[in-house]
Structure formats: C-alpha cells, structure tokens
C-alpha cells in the first residue's frame, strides 16, 4: 500500500484583495483559513491582475497574471513547475480570465505538472460552445472540481458529463460569528432602536435593489423605524463602463418616494472585520437579484450562515439554500412581494429568530476553518490520485501533430490604409492609392476586424481609433432618404453612386451586429444598434443571396444581445427560407449548391446557415450549412491536398470547367470563418483542421508554394496568378487575412496557447 505523501506546498490562483470583487475574497479567505488551520503547508498566490493595474498586494501573492497577456499565463505555468508546488487550487469564472470565454486560462492548465483542483463559480445551464468547450476543458485538466451547490453537482454530472467521483460539493465559506442579537452592532452605525434591512455587494444593475426599494413606502406604513442599509462600492467594470449611473438611479428612487430617510447609501468596500459588524446589525437581508441563473452567492452564504433571516429572489443558489422555512423565497421583480415578506418577518418575530436559528446551525458547517478541512481533503485526494497515475511527461509530437505557430499581429499597413475618413481601397505594393478613394465593403470588413481584437481581449487605445474612424465612415455612408447605403467613395470625400450594391449593405448590417454582439465599447454598441434598426429591413428587400448570408450573420450576433427582437426574428426566418429554398430547388447529389454557379464569398452562406441552425435548434438548417460547406472545401482542395479557391479569372460555372487563378484571399477568409463557426457548432476537429489548413495558404501551401503575407508591412497580396503574386496590397487582402488570423487565434486557443499581440501602435 503507498504511504500518504503529505502536501508541503499549495498554490492559489485566482482574483486576490486589495483587488474588489467576490472571487478576490474568496480566493483570500480560503488562502488565510488554510494558513490558519495548517501552518506547517508553505501557501502562495497568483493574482489575476489587468492590464495597466497596479495592486498593492500582500507578500503571499508571488506572480501576476496579466487578463490579457496569454504569455503570463504560459510564465505562471513555469513559475509553478519549477517552484515544487504539490497541487494547485485554482479559482474558475468565465470573466476574470483574457481570451474568447476565459480561454487563456487553458494556456496556464495545460502547462501544469502537479494535480489541480478547480473551485466552480459559474456553472452554466446553457452554455454556448465555447464557454461549454473552455469549462470541460478546464474540468478534463483537472483532477477535482469544486462545486457549491447541489444544483452544481447536478449541472456538472448532466450537461458536463463529470463523474461523480471527480466531484466535491463544498460550501462557500463564512465568517465564525456568534449568535447574537442585532441590537448589539446597531449603536455603531447611529441605527439604535431600528429595524435594519441589509444588502450588500457590489453595485449592479442585475442586483434588483431598485424593487426593494419600491417595497419600502408599504413597509414604513407598518414600521416607520425601518431603515435599510446597501453597502458597497459600484462593481469596477461597471464603473468603468457607466460610471455611477446605477447608484444615481437608486438614489433618484429614493428621493422620488420620499424615503430618504430610511434609506443609507455605504459607498466603500469594507474588510472582512467591517463587514461581519454590518451583518450583525441587521435583522432582515435581501437579495433581490433578477436572473435565477446563478449558482453560487458568497452574499447570500455569509448572512445566512451568520444566522440572519433571509429574504431572497429564486435564483438557483437561493432555492437550494432556503429551502425548508430557512429563509422567503419572492418572486423576481415584485416589490409587493418583497413588503410582505418583510412586514410578515417584522410582525412575526418568533418565527424571525426561528429562520435565524436554523440558518445558524446549519452554517456552523459553512464556517472557514471547517471548510479549510474539507479543501485540504480534496488537495489531498487530488494528490494521491496523481501519484498513481504514469509519468506525466508530454509525449513528443510529430510536426503534423503540433498546433500551428501563428505570426504576431502587424497593424502596420492597416494604419498606413486609414486615414481620418477611412480605410482606402487599394494600394500600388504598399503605398496607398489616392485616386481609388474608398468603399463601405472594406470600412465594414476594418470594423468588424476592430471587434474581434476587442473580443480577443487584446484591443488597445489605436484599435479602438481605427474603430471609431470605420464607424464614421458607415454612418456618412447611409443615405436616410432612400434608407440604402452608398459603398464608393472618391478621395475628394464624394459619393460615386447614390445606392451600394446589395452585398455591400449585407456586409454592413453583419459589421454592425457583431458591434452589437461583441463589442465592449459601451458608445459604438448603442450607435450599431441605433444604425442596425434603421436599417435590418432592407435585408429582405435585397436578391444577393450573399447578401442574405451577410444580413443572417449580423442578426445572429444582434439577437446575442437582443434575442427578444421580434422584428428581427422574422427577418432572420424569411432570409433562412429564401436560402433553403435556393437549396432545395438547385442542389443535386453532385452539385450541393444553391445556386448554378460559384463566384465569390461562397463559403459565406454556408456559414450563415451553420449559425442561424444552431441558434434556432434546426437540424435540417444545420445539417444544409455543414453539408454544403463540405462539397464547397472538398471542391477547393488540390491534389497535394492544399486549399485552391476557385479563381476570379471566370470563377466556376456548373457543367464547366473552373477557374484556377487568380485566388483572392476573401474567398480564403470566407472559408477559413465558415471552417470556425462549423468547429465551434459542432465540436468536430476536422473542422478545426481545415481552418488551420485553409489558413496556411498565406503562408505558401498553395498552388504555387508563394507567400501572400507580407512580414515587413503587415499587409497581404492581392492574389495568386497563374504564375506570380500580385504584389499590391489592398485594403481587401489586407483585413482578409488579418480577420482570417483573428479568427484562427479565436478558436487556436480554444487549443492551444498563443503569442501576444505586437505592433498595435506602428
């Protein structure tokens, strides 16, 4: 039988205080309730940190990870391999780490050599694929994981097929606080001789403060000495983006209903000391929260556990917790409700003390140092089971096995392209041609290439400049008159034409959605949504079915926000039928196409049709998307296997022989984003496969084995002819290939880590 090794070291990563917010206590109180009950265990930290953050962090955090420098991650894992450490807790929440869902964290996991063990704070029910894809790759990494709640446990063993034995459910830790009666903290906050209400946490609009607030004129009739207490700060990244709009609005509530009175704004962040005072002070806590999709509430177990009675929404962690008369479950969104649950606990005071009771008893096991043991155990079983496991050396691969090697992002020629009215359209080799002025397709494309940078997390202050610019660009490009935007522009800041063509508005509506859907810029969402409703009927109106795709894509992602838009919902159903349609009456077994004739941005329809299945849960819609991408790449593959796109010089029509030159790298692109979307719906790795295959036709794998990337300038060749590369560089074959590399880092570090953006600013 094999000794017990004991565990010398334990390294905590995750968020970590003076840094504000739940996971940073969390990841706090655990480190220090582990240090308390065992000493002898050497302890360290790994903080999360953002970009241009500086912390003054205690001497327990020993490394940094940057949010959003992968590279970090990829040290962190170095940093822990070298330094001994036994097992790792690591702290998971979609939104504390960098990458597309808090992807880069796999960079970190991937690298470890000792056993890990991952506490869950968000378990989603409906995950999209890849949060589903990040999560299970994270919990496959781990040797346990860590859930909450009962509902957890449940998620994990049904939607992430997690064995049972893999999983540990361990509450969420409280403060040890004696049972004493609220009037002993009241004197230190001047609310002697008051009913205390309490909420507390950071300061969002998903709270639902505002409905406790409309309960309050219905509870002070029946107890005019009630007063209620919201403590804390307004959530950072909330600040940030709205500044102090949420706390303003409570406050104008306050003043409106003339209860000012009863009503105490704390606008700090309190120590764990503070904190347990202004728990103990109060006799009733609400949390009303408005979205029942959250598993854990370290608010919600601190008051309970500290015996107070609890009133609370039906979110899943509240259902779980105050079942059994420990607590009142109201409905979300019912002030009502909310006064006469509070009225009745204030009226029925043995019943009060009697939740109070039971809660307290029940968190006596919820307590920190009993959960220091509880962890310890998991620590250890995680040790043990990676003892008996083989050697962990990572095999050697093959250079075929290896992931790719994908090059830093240049903006050089981007930048060199842009002006203060736009991107232009082309380019003698690398210098800008003037005389070819600019056109809305290539601003819609520079737009859209701005929001995958920012979705990646590695957006800076000149992306977003460029951002801004392409934006300007499409508003002046929309003539409200005749509700159509104009595409071609001279250099003399004059319209060419009065109505674009039919895949230019497509391609903008898809511009704009993705704005809508991914952006992280609070001012140009609220401009594409704006701009997106002005002008989403047209879609229909239009006959390119590219056109069609264009407008499907952008809805998509719109209806990511806004998925309750019934206008836009219909629209999204009659572009899907108009292509179905087109499908049924052309394709043939030979030919599974929609139309007689392929040009190009083929792949486009394939792709609207892939993500407009999957988000309708329509099988035979999918099965037409992935079906039809398949006999177009098949069709685009040469006989050393490369991708051969099918060339403008004639393009292919059916019965006829096609075209072979020149290639344009948007008819690359449109493949490689279909290749992706098909790999995150599906989950099928060949799909992943061709992406990475299709995207290495810049690099030489080609008909003629010529690179089209230009290293020096960031830009890319305009097309591969019979017997050359075309030398310019366009605004077109410059964001094809940088939206083509976006895109292939967008789903590379769903497996494998990458390289850090570069050269943003040149």
Not at 93 to 102: D, K, L, P, Q, T
Not at 275 to 287: K, S, W
Not at 534 to 544: A, Q
Request: charged share 25%; glycine share 6%.
């Amino acid at each position: 039988m094999m000794k017990k090794q004991k565990i010398k070291k334990i390294a905590f990563v995750g968020n970590y205080l003076p840094r504000r917010c739940g996971i940073a206590t969390f990841t706090y109180e655990l480190y220090n309730a582990i240090k308390n009950q065992y000493p002898q265990i050497d302890s360290i930290v790994l903080a999360i940190t953002d970009k241009n953050q500086n912390f003054d962090y205690p001497s327990e955090v020993r490394f940094e990870i940057i949010k959003q420098d992968i590279s970090t991650y990829q040290k962190a894992a170095d940093f822990l391999n070298y330094n001994n450490v036994d097992v790792v807790s690591l702290q998971h929440e979609y939104g504390i780490f960098g990458g597309v869902e808090g992807s880069h964290i796999l960079a970190l996991v991937r690298n470890l050599r000792m056993p890990i063990v991952t506490t869950l704070h968000t378990i989603l029910e409906k995950p999209n694929p890849e949060q589903k894809k990040v999560l299970k790759e994270v919990i496959n990494y781990s040797s346990k994981v860590i859930t909450m709640t009962e509902k957890g446990r449940t998620f994990l063993r049904e939607i992430y097929k997690v064995p049972d034995e893999k999983i540990d459910l361990i509450p969420h830790g409280i403060p040890d606080m004696p049972f004493v009666d609220p009037n002993f903290y009241k004197d230190r906050f001047g609310v002697e001789g008051n009913y205390v209400i309490l909420t507390f946490g950071l300061l969002s609009p998903g709270k639902g403060i505002e409905y406790v607030l409309w309960a309050l004129p219905k509870i002070i009739k029946k107890f005019p000495n009630v007063v209620y207490i919201i403590l804390g700060t307004t959530h950072p990244n909330i600040l940030k983006e709205h500044g102090e709009s949420y706390r303003l609005f409570l406050e104008r509530i306050a003043h409106e209903l003339n209860i000012k009175k009863h009503v105490i704004f704390y606008n700090r962040f309190v120590d764990s000391e503070e904190l347990n005072e202004f728990i103990g002070a109060a006799d009733i806590y609400i949390t009303p929260y408005l979205n029942k999709a959250q598993i854990t509430s370290g608010t919600l177990s601190y008051t309970f556990g500290c015996g107070k009675a609890v009133i609370s929404t039906p979110y899943w962690h509240a259902e779980e917790l105050l079942s059994d008369d420990r607590g009142i479950l109201v409905p979300f969104r019912d002030s009502d409700a909310i006064a006469d649950a509070v009225i009745e606990l204030l009226s029925n005071e043995a019943r009060r003390h009697s939740m109070r009771k039971k809660a307290y008893m029940i968190g006596r096991e919820m307590v920190w140092s009993n959960i220091a043991h509880l962890y310890i155990n998991s620590f250890q079983q995680a040790r043990e089971l990676a003892l008996q496991k083989p050697s962990s050396i990572t095999p050697l691969k093959t250079l075929d096995d290896q992931r790719m090697e994908l090059p830093e992002f240049n903006l050089k020629h981007l930048n060199n392209l842009t002006d203060s009215t736009g991107i232009l359209q082309h380019a003698r080799f690398s210098i800008p041609r003037y005389n070819e002025g600019y056109c809305l397709d290539d601003n819609a494309r520079a737009l859209f290439f701005t929001v995958q940078l920012d979705d990646l997390g590695i957006a800076d202050d000149n992306v977003y400049r460029l951002a801004n610019i392409y934006a300007a660009f499409i508003e002046y490009a929309y003539n409200n008159k005749i509700r159509r935007f104009r595409n071609f522009m001279n250099f003399e800041r004059k319209w060419t034409e009065e109505i674009g063509s039919d895949d230019s508005q497509g391609r903008t509506i898809w511009a704009l959605g993705t704005v809508i859907g991914k952006s992280t810029k609070k001012h140009l969402q609220i401009w594409a949504t704006q701009m997106f409703n002005d002008t989403i009927s047209i879609i229909p109106e239009l006959t390119s079915p590219r056109a069609w795709a264009f407008g499907l894509l952008g809805i998509n992602e719109y209806l990511q926000k806004l998925s309750g838009d019934r206008l836009v919902l219909s629209i999204r159903e009659e572009l899907v039928n108009k292509l179905m349609r087109l499908y049924s009456d052309v394709a043939t077994e030979n030919w599974k196409w929609f139309e007689n004739y392929l040009t190009y941005d083929n792949a486009k329809i394939s792709q609207a049709l892939i993500l407009s299945g999957y988000q309708m849960n329509n099988s035979e819609i999918l099965t037409v998307g992935l079906e039809s991408l398949k006999w177009l790449i098949d069709l685009q593959l040469n006989e050393k296997g490369y991708f051969s796109p099918i060339g403008s010089e004639g393009w292919f029509v059916k019965g006829k022989e096609r075209a072979r030159f020149d290639q344009q790298p948007v008819s690359v692109c449109d493949a490689i984003l279909a290749c992706a979307e098909a790999y995150r719906v599906t989950g099928d790795d060949e799909w992943y496969k061709l992406s990475k295959l299709i995207f290495e036709w810049f690099f030489g794998k080609n008909d003629l084995g010529l690179q089209l990337y230009d290293v020096s300038t960031g830009g890319c060749y305009d097309a591969l002819q019979v017997d050359r590369v075309n030398l310019n560089q366009g605004a077109e074959s410059t964001l094809s290939f940088l939206i083509s590399l976006a895109e292939v880092y967008r789903i590379e570090n769903m497996v494998k880590a990458y390289e850090k953006l570069n050269h943003l600013e040149e």
